[in-house]
């Protein structure tokens, strides 16, 4: 048996990828940006095996076995197998006896999925990845990723990072690229808002289906996108935190906007997504400084960027008007640790920053994170299937 383990990241984007021209080799209307988060908060982890021995192909998915028979996950592994196939021939992979055994994959989350973040971007890039390891195949595997999920083709790599949408029919120049790594901004930090809320969501496929099919405004929107993307990748490389907020506020502004105009309308955001919509702008405008920034994907829960020196005045803002009923346990998730070390700037007047009374209850806990490196090969004794192929207990 030949097994790999491997870690990818989440990745949020601040040029937003939505609507499709081809559905099935998952081709995009725009080019998008992102910024890729870090492992230590929000990471998926896969195992791949195969053996001689393994009667079928097989996919557990957090501890439940899943039918593989599922298009995408067929295309992704369609797809590897190809790329090692053509590679073999050039006789530079000596991993290719291993492409007629049977595979057994193992996934899993180290964040709950009732978080509703978007773990398919992490879940494909990490599938893709392993693969790539297991195979051993050389070169961009980003297309491949985005056969899986559009998003996941931006996780494939760490820092910030654009998919460019390409101009060929079958796909091959839709590929995401670095453009800057994660260490490149060392302050820029990340607060994910979870925001409590059961309400199960129109998905991101389906809503962006609807909305090229029905909304009048997507059509402004593509015509925009050439510009945002060249304007926040220089504000990206010159570290240039008021245009970056800015363009990626306006950029979710605009995403959503398109979804109200798709017909039935979409909402997103709810009303506690729009009350942190509302803190944000007073509280830039008190400061006399864009200080933060917010974006939302197909959910209600909120993303803010904003600087380390930041972070601990916005942290009691937003725990004033969205205090936790159940106590302040566990309610800041993450890299807590660094909280220590930066000032913890007091506030006495809150209503001269935001003149709303608090909403409680309305957040299920805050994540501290910040940009982080790509997928990652682990060790053996990380793996999710144990010595005979299948997944650990644990797993
Ligand atoms: C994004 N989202 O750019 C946008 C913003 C959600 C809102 O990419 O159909 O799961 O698998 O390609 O990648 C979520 O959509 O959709 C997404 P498919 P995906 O992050």
Redesign the pocket.
């Known amino acids: 048996m030949h097994c790999v383990t491997c870690s990818a990241p989440v ?3 601040v ?4 609507g ?1 021209s081809d559905e099935t080799l ?1 081709l ?1 209307v725009n080019s ?1 940006v ?1 910024v890729t988060l870090h492992q230590d908060q929000l990471q998926a982890q896969t195992s791949v095996a195969v053996s001689n021995n393994f009667e079928k192909d097989r996919i557990w998915l957090n501890g439940q076995e899943q039918s593989i028979d599922n298009a ?1 996950i067929q295309n992704v592994i369609k797809e590897i197998k190809r790329r090692a196939r053509k590679q073999k021939a050039g006789n530079r992979n000596d991993a290719a006896e291993k492409l007629n055994w049977k595979i057994h994959i193992c996934s899993k989350n180290n964040f709950p999925t009732a978080a509703g973040l ?1 773990s ?2 992490a879940g ?1 890039a990490c599938l893709v990845y392993a693969l790539k390891c297991l195979y051993q195949i050389d070169g961009d595997i980003s297309t491949i990723a ?1 056969c ?5 083709c ?1 996780s494939v790599y760490g820092g910030f990072v654009v ?1 460019d949408k390409g101009q060929r029919q079958d796909g091959t120049d839709s590929m995401a690229r670095q453009i800057q790594p994660h260490t490149h901004w060392p302050d820029l930090r990340v607060l994910i808002l979870v925001v409590n809320e059961q309400k199960k969501h129109t ?3 389906e809503g ?1 289906q609807v909305t090229m099919e029905t909304s009048e405004l997507i059509k402004e929107r593509i015509g925009s996108i050439p510009d945002k993307v060249e304007q926040i990748s220089q504000a990206i490389n010159n570290r240039d935190f008021k245009t970056f907020a800015e363009i990626t506020m306006k950029d979710s502004n605009q ?1 959503h906007a398109c979804c109200l105009d798709t017909y039935p309308p979409i909402s997103y955001l709810t009303d506690v997504s729009r009350r942190i919509i509302q803190l944000v702008h007073y509280y830039n405008k008190k400061s006399q400084e864009v200080k933060v920034a917010y974006t ?3 959910g209600p829960n909120a993303c803010l960027f904003l600087l380390k020196k930041d972070v601990q005045k916005v942290l009691h803002l937003v725990k004033h008007f969205f205090p936790p009923t159940r106590g302040e346990k566990d309610f800041i998730r993450g890299n807590t640790s660094e909280l220590m070390e930066t000032e913890s700037n007091d506030i006495e007047d809150y209503e001269s920053y935001f003149p709303c009374d608090p909403m409680a209850d309305s957040l299920r806990y805050i994540i501290y994170t910040m940009s982080g490196p790509g997928p990652q090969e682990l060790t053996s004794d990380q793996s999710l299937l144990g010595e005979d192929g299948f997944p650990r207990t644990s797993s």
């Open positions: 990745n949020i984007a040029v937003k990828y939505w499709k998952i995009p998008s992102s995408r978007a398919s971007a494909y985005r899986g999920s559009g998003s996941a931006r998919w998905g991101s496929t962006m995403m939302f994907d197909a």
